[in-house]
């Protein structure tokens, strides 16, 4: 989860990390630090809370170097304090590490140190201490042909010792120019550009020098110096990453002129979408119908006619993307879906086989719980396909297939923008499936795809409910509990709106299947209530306008979220009611829906005086279980 940069061969080395550290602040914020080295050793300012308490201390004691190394942190081990903020060094300060993952066996390690002191909580400290370690021994592993101490070799050496998730970058007094980096199911990238070398967990980081980068794959290290890059496997043997170019670029990851990311990114999402869709249709020859393509399959398509069960495994936001997706693959495919949270999928055996088709969704493409699940179900042969906005990413190089969402960089903690267009992708699969099955036939699809094609414009309509949205907020900010319902499709996005309230307002909020609030949840209802109801005009909604009923006997305060088809029945039913444009299908339905749910609670949150940016205790990318 945390954010790791590092530079070499830049006269302004520092102000490059921390320029860095402010593009990777969402991984976390709980402190952050830079080391440096120069002729007098490593220099270390590091400081709890977020990166203006860095900065700040910046300013009262500048460091000055051509090699820095930065870390903003998500804590894991230890509070979020000075001391255990990163870097760490060993006690004698000739090395500093950053890391980002969870060293499981540290505990072991530190007792096999003996009486060495630690200056921190962290698990991440002992690492600093081995390699010193190794590099003090001068053993023949840990030494260069020359004889002089080699850190590359040291760090590998240490690195055969660990246990668990980590994305390692390694200073040392001795060795001033160059930054060794390991990797293992945390993200990593390197670059190299004009005469500096680069590290980062995230390109973001490094969009503002280059758009050529590599990540590096589980088990490889790398040498970084001004001179360039040289990447080995565990056993030191010339190794190849995956290199591929960025394709978006500085301004992308800037506000823009809006007051929060979260908002310049709700604003962003008619774009999104549309450049989700775009070219998704193409002829496979020359006077043959065009058919819908992924970005990536390297399996046949006509693997997708053995297919007798899907599993879509995805963690939050994401999760909910997936439940549209049940909705669209098995009404398109008439494949059966289950829906699972990847952090349990493989801890409950569950049956998998090479006839189940798994598809993994992550917006990052580095969720280590989603990856994890996804490699389980390649272990028993079953196919992968990936949904994520990251090319490059761990799980978009790992699966057997893979949809890119083009949503562009979302910087804000609270997903919007990547929401919306894994809905698409999920709709883009399920009709894959239904045409590789043969049960939609191509015109069927150009079809359905030339009325998706309606989605950008109709979300231009929603987002000028806005100002309506903010007059909500303002009357509702101080509810103390609110309910979210649907059904159907309306189901996820009833979920999706309770977290994004929670998640950015810190408030009590929950979401339920409108037909199950008699079933227990409606004993939570009382007058001061505030329930959101999902109500498009569709097959469910006499249900939901009976579910509204009940709510308000309660004594409940409705805000009804309907279409044209709708709204006219539901003003008799709820409080407030906001009318959106009728989608151009009902499977899309949830792609409007969503947005209303997002400005409302950006309203609340910002009313509220929190940061929607950077919430408490969340972190954008969860790579550490």
């Known amino acids: 989860m945390c954010g790791i940069i590092g530079i070499t061969g830049h006269a302004a080395a520092v102000d490059g990390v921390v320029a860095g550290l402010r593009r990777l602040e969402y991984r976390g914020y709980d402190s952050a630090g830079v080391v440096t080295t ?9 400081r709890a809370g977020k990166l203006d308490n ?23 081990h230890g509070e979020p304090s000075d001391r255990n903020a990163h870097p760490h060094l060993d006690p004698s300060g000739r090395v500093a ?4 993952g969870i060293i499981e066996n540290y505990q072991t390690l530190k007792a096999e140190l003996g009486d060495v002191r630690f200056a921190s909580d962290t698990d991440s400290e002992v690492v600093a201490h081995l390699i010193a370690e190794q590099l003090t021994a001068s053993s023949t592993a840990a030494t260069a042909a020359d004889g002089t101490p080699d850190l590359l070799a040291a760090v590998r050496a240490v690195v055969a010792r660990l246990e668990g998730a980590y994305a390692l970058c390694v200073v040392a007094a001795d060795d001033p120019e160059t930054l060794v980096v390991a990797k293992h199911e945390a993200p990593l990238i390197v670059a190299q550009a ?23 794959l589980d088990g490889q290290f790398a040498r970084i110096t001004p001179q360039g890059i040289e990447v080995v496997d565990v056993d030191g043997v010339p190794a190849t990453p995956h290199a591929y170019t960025v394709d978006w670029d500085l301004a992308a990851a800037e506000k823009q002129g809006y007051d929060h990311f979260m908002l310049k990114e709700i604003h962003e999402q008619p774009q999104a979408v549309a450049d989700t869709l775009l070219d998704r249709l193409n002829a496979p020859a020359p006077g043959l119908p065009p058919r819908l393509q992924l970005d990536e399959l390297r399996i046949d398509e006509g693997e997708f006619s053995r297919i007798d069960k899907v599993f879509i495994l995805a963690c939050g936001t994401s999760l909910h993307a997936g439940m549209v997706g049940k909705l669209a693959i098995e009404h398109w495919a008439g494949i059966p879906v289950d829906v699972e949270v990847a952090s349990e999928f493989r801890y409950r055996d569950p049956i998998v086989d090479p006839h189940t088709l798994v598809i993994a969704i992550s917006q990052s493409g580095e969720t280590i719980d989603t990856i994890a699940g996804a490699a389980h179900a390649r272990n028993q042969r079953a196919p992968v396909i990936a949904l994520t906005n990251v090319v490059g990413s761990t799980l978009a190089r790992e699966a057997d297939g893979g949809l890119y969402t083009h949503a562009g960089p979302e910087v804000a903690v609270a997903s919007t923008k990547a929401f919306t267009t894994q809905i698409v992708g999920c709709l883009l ?9 043969g049960r939609v036939y191509s015109s069927e699809v150009a079809d359905i795809l030339e009325r998706f094609d309606r989605v950008p414009d109709a979300l231009r309509e929603v987002l000028e409910l806005d100002g309506q949205l903010r007059e909500l907020a303002q009357r509702y900010h101080d509810v103390d ?20 309230l929670k998640e950015i307002s810190y ?10 609030m008699k079933h227990g949840p409606i004993a939570l209802i009382e007058p001061g209530s505030l329930v959101v109801a999902l109500a498009p005009a569709g097959h469910v909604f006499g249900k939901m306008v009976s579910n509204i009923q009940e709510v308000r006997a309660r004594g409940a305060s409705v805000l009804a ?11 008799e039913h709820a409080d407030d009611v906001l009318t959106l444009p009728e989608p151009p299908h009902e499977l899309a339905g949830p792609i409007l829906s969503v947005v209303p749910l997002q400005l409302f609670s950006y309203h609340v949150a910002t009313l509220r005086g929190e940061d929607v940016d950077q919430p408490r205790n969340l972190a954008k990318t969860v790579t550490v279980e």
């Open 38 to 46: 120069d002729p007098e050793g490593l220099r270390v300012v590091k």
């Open 54 to 76: 860095l900065a700040g201390a910046l300013d009262g004691q500048p460091l000055s170097a051509s090699t820095a190394l930065g870390h903003t942190r998500w804590a894991t």
């Open 97 to 100: 590490i950053v890391h980002n």
């Open 194 to 216: 004009e005469g500096v070398g680069y590290c980062a967990s995230d390109v973001a980081a490094l969009i503002e020098h280059t758009n050529e980068v590599a990540a590096l």
């Open 429 to 437: 699969l399920g009709l894959y499936f239904g045409q590789a099955r």
């Open 481 to 500: 509990y609110t309910m979210f319902i649907g059904r159907h499709a309306g189901l996820p996005i009833a979920m999706e709106g309770a977290l994004k």
């Open 507 to 516: 408030l009590h909020a929950e979401a339920f299947p409108a037909g199950e």
């Open 561 to 571: 979220i309907g279409t044209a088809g709708s709204t006219a029945a539901l003003t």
